[in-house]
């Protein structure tokens, strides 16, 4: 649950009211005021699980960003380039052995729902393997960019950048050019040198099932 904005004092009536909405299921909470955070921490939830952080910057662009040559792109749209990326994903940050193990175990209902959300998913490709990959979720006024890794080996050649214009071109291609994005520290210079501007700083805590 994103953009969160209520009175403090009512966090742990609304964090019993959500479990109860959603039994069995865990939930990310993001706010931008650190006293909300504070007291959904002390109404139930807890830090995020590595390789989260706890604290992230919003950033937004509605500039074109720059090319980037030499990387080929491609929209994924079968389950093998989704394990791909997902293989991207956990490779390139600090995943727990439980944490891969169960994102893995999802992989087939996860690339089912992520087929039915507007937006997409790409890979970026060096010499014909995949080293990178993007997603994007589409909404009334632009794209917000929901993940992106690197793997270590490829970072420093451009391929950040190459998954960050596409998801503008896709922005453009549905006539809402505009990004939007919740970044982490490695990743916020590179698309401050694309043009984004940070808006605010969130906190996000999480709820166990």
């Known amino acids: 649950m994103c953009r969160l904005d209520f009175d403090a004092g009512a966090a742990g009536g609304v964090f ?12 990310g909470w993001q706010t931008p005021r650190g006293d909300l955070a504070e007291a959904l921490l002390a109404a139930g939830c807890r830090a995020p699980a590595p390789p989260l952080d706890p604290t992230f910057t919003a950033l937004a662009t509605d500039h074109e960003p720059p090319a980037v040559d030499g990387i080929q792109l491609k929209r994924v749209d079968t389950f093998e380039d989704f394990l791909a990326g997902l293989e991207i994903e956990l490779a390139s940050a600090a995943w727990t052995e439980a944490g ?9 209902s996860t690339f089912e729902r992520r087929l039915a959300r507007p937006g997409g998913e790409w890979l970026a490709l060096l010499d014909g393997e995949p080293v990178a990959w993007a997603s994007a979720i589409a909404g009334p006024r632009g794209l917000y960019l929901a993940g992106g890794a690197t793997l270590p080996a490829a970072r420093g050649r451009g ?4 998954l960050v214009r596409a998801r503008w071109d896709e922005a453009v291609r549905r006539g809402t050019p505009a990004l939007a ?14 043009g984004f501007e940070a808006v605010c700083t969130m906190y996000e805590v999480e709820s166990d099932p």
């Open 16 to 27: 019993e009211e959500v479990r109860a909405l959603m039994p069995g299921a865990g939930t």
């Open 100 to 108: 891969a193990a169960r994102r893995r175990a999802d992989a087939a």
């Open 159 to 162: 391929c950040y950048r190459a």
């Open 181 to 194: 994005v919740g970044a982490q520290d490695s990743s916020r210079p590179i698309l401050e040198r694309c």
